[in-house]
């Protein structure tokens, strides 16, 4: 009589898909980040030249400095949740939860 063989979950595709996420909402959200602290700074700083789009007006540098890092967070929280999602262990269902119940059913009335 063999021993049972526990399978092994595949993690490839979920480590695949966290390291997409990473490339294609990380990065970004890195980006994102760097820009908006940049544009942050610089409606702070008197008499400096801005220009976003089409307006000189410091405030408007700092707004899309906000912006920038409120979607730079989002996009940096994105590649964290499927990892944590995608690799994290499954709980094994225990046995009754799989077998129907062995009692019979009682008369319907």
């Known amino acids: 009589m063999e021993m049972p063989v526990e399978k ?59 912006a920038s890092l409120c979607g730079g967070i989002i996009f940096i929280a994105i590649p964290i949740v499927v990892g944590i999602l995608t690799l994290r262990k499954k709980k094994a269902l225990a046995a009754e939860e799989i077998l129907p119940p062995s009692e019979p059913l009682p008369p319907a009335a």
Request: proline fraction near 5%; include cysteine.
């Open 8 to 66: 092994k979950e595949s993690k490839t595709g979920a480590i695949i898909g966290t390291i997409v996420a990473v490339l294609l909402c990380g990065c970004p959200g890195l980006v994102g980040l760097c820009l908006g602290a940049t544009s942050l700074i610089a409606g702070f700083i008197p008499g400096a030249a801005i220009d976003v789009f089409g307006s000189s007006d410091p405030r408007s540098a700092m707004l899309m400095g906000v």
